[in-house]
């Protein structure tokens, strides 16, 4: 007779290969539960072995999943998030209601925060609390929801997309007429405001002209590491900063920002709305979901 009631692996050995798989790296799942790199790879090892199959394919510069693995990710992604939900609900009952929403600083202060504070008119009875940073969003923080630019690396994370944007010179409304009906070449030599994001699929200004068919010299302007600092610089008429048409509608309309034209390209990536799966989600969470999908396609409210 079997000594295990369920037939599975020991749970220190799935969550530590739940670690490993998530951020794919033995050393920052290491990290993560205070333990070595080398604990961490004696408890995958003793993994495969009771499983009779490699779950990762180890490399010169980090680990890959095999199929076995991804399934297994996939699968053990989405019960520790119904098992942190329902731990949640039963640690604090009153927080039922709660959603957890992320993004970054400018998409929040542009287009999140405005969007959440219709949805609290409209369903007082659901708190929605606001994460915001500007690197990354993954699997293992506890989110209902974040909007991503780009699909999430996270094979277990639901994903919807939301539309995809234009991106546009945007400038003080004083310096952008100047610009107006201004050259690539002559554009590329203005002074640029860089964004640095440690956001891997974030347009950059070289990305840009590329698109564009532009291989020269670009000015190297400025640079910044939040997308928020870029534009409060572009107000202030201390350089060109890449804007996304709709997400900084609210700032021209108000007179804070002029797009410099004629030129535009379509954004390379999406916005998507991730997180968990509709199934794992609150009711509160999914009216969330709903609410701010129907604001991107101008239907809520």
Same mark, same amino acid.
């Given at each position: 007779?079997?000594?295990?009631?369920?037939?599975?692996?020991?749970? $220190?050995?799935?969550?530590?290969?739940? &670690? #490993?798989?998530?951020?794919?790296?033995?050393?920052?799942?290491?990290?993560?539960? %205070?333990? *070595?790199?080398?604990?961490?790879?004696?408890?995958?090892?003793?993994?495969? +072995?009771?499983?009779?199959?490699?779950?990762?394919?180890?490399?010169?510069?980090?680990?890959?999943? $095999?199929? /076995?693995?991804?399934?297994?990710?996939?699968?053990?992604?989405? +019960?520790?998030?119904?098992?942190?939900?329902?731990?949640?609900?039963?640690?604090?009952? +009153?927080?039922?209601?709660?959603?957890?929403?992320? %993004?970054?600083?400018?998409?929040?202060?542009?287009?999140?925060?405005?969007?959440?504070?219709? =949805?609290?008119? /409209?369903?007082?009875?659901?708190?929605?609390?606001?994460?915001?940073?500007?690197?990354?969003?993954?699997?293992?923080?506890?989110?209902?929801? =974040?909007?991503?630019?780009?699909?999430?690396?996270?094979?277990?994370?639901?994903? $919807?997309?939301?539309?995809?944007?234009?991106?546009?010179?945007?400038? &003080?409304?004083?310096?952008?007429?100047?610009?107006?009906?201004?050259?690539?070449? #002559?554009?590329?030599?203005?002074?640029?405001?860089?964004?640095?994001? &440690?956001?891997?699929?974030? *347009?950059?200004?070289?990305?840009? =002209?590329?698109?564009?068919?532009?291989?020269?010299?670009?000015?190297?302007? @400025?640079?910044?590491?939040?997308?928020?600092?870029?534009?409060?610089?572009?107000?202030?008429?201390?350089?060109? &900063?890449?804007?996304?048409?709709?997400?900084?509608? @609210?700032?021209?309309?108000?007179?804070?920002?002029?797009?410099? %034209?004629?030129?535009?390209?379509?954004?390379?990536?999406?916005?998507?709305?991730?997180?968990?799966?509709?199934?794992?989600?609150?009711?509160?969470?999914?009216?969330?979901?709903?609410?701010?999908?129907? +604001?991107? %396609?101008?239907?809520?409210?």
């Amino acid at each position: 007779m079997s000594r295990r009631h369920y037939e599975i692996p020991p749970f $220190t050995t799935l969550a530590v290969f739940e &670690a #490993a798989a998530r951020h794919m790296s033995f050393k920052n799942a290491a990290q993560e539960l %205070s333990v *070595t790199p080398g604990a961490v790879s004696h408890q995958i090892k003793a993994l495969e +072995s009771e499983l009779g199959t490699q779950l990762f394919l180890r490399q010169h510069r980090g680990v890959t999943l $095999t199929k /076995d693995g991804e399934a297994l990710f996939e699968t053990l992604a989405s +019960s520790f998030a119904q098992i942190s939900q329902q731990v949640a609900r039963i640690r604090q009952p +009153s927080e039922d209601q709660a959603v957890t929403v992320g %993004s970054t600083t400018a998409v929040a202060a542009l287009w999140l925060s405005p969007t959440v504070i219709d =949805f609290w008119r /409209d369903h007082p009875e659901t708190n929605v609390h606001q994460v915001t940073q500007d690197r990354p969003f993954t699997q293992g923080q506890n989110l209902d929801l =974040f909007i991503n630019y780009g699909p999430p690396e996270s094979p277990a994370l639901s994903q $919807t997309p939301i539309y995809r944007d234009e991106l546009v010179p945007v400038a &003080a409304p004083q310096l952008a007429a100047t610009l107006n009906g201004i050259s690539l070449e #002559a554009l590329a030599q203005q002074r640029l405001i860089h964004l640095e994001s &440690a956001l891997p699929a974030w *347009t950059r200004w070289s990305e840009w =002209f590329a698109g564009l068919g532009y291989d020269g010299k670009i000015n190297q302007g @400025s640079r910044v590491t939040s997308y928020s600092v870029a534009l409060q610089f572009a107000q202030q008429g201390a350089g060109i &900063a890449l804007g996304w048409r709709r997400l900084v509608a @609210s700032l021209v309309d108000r007179g804070k920002l002029a797009v410099v %034209s004629p030129h535009s390209l379509p954004a390379p990536h999406r916005f998507h709305l991730c997180g968990k799966p509709d199934a794992n989600l609150s009711q509160g969470a999914r009216a969330l979901k709903s609410w701010l999908l129907d +604001s991107a %396609s101008g239907n809520s409210g």
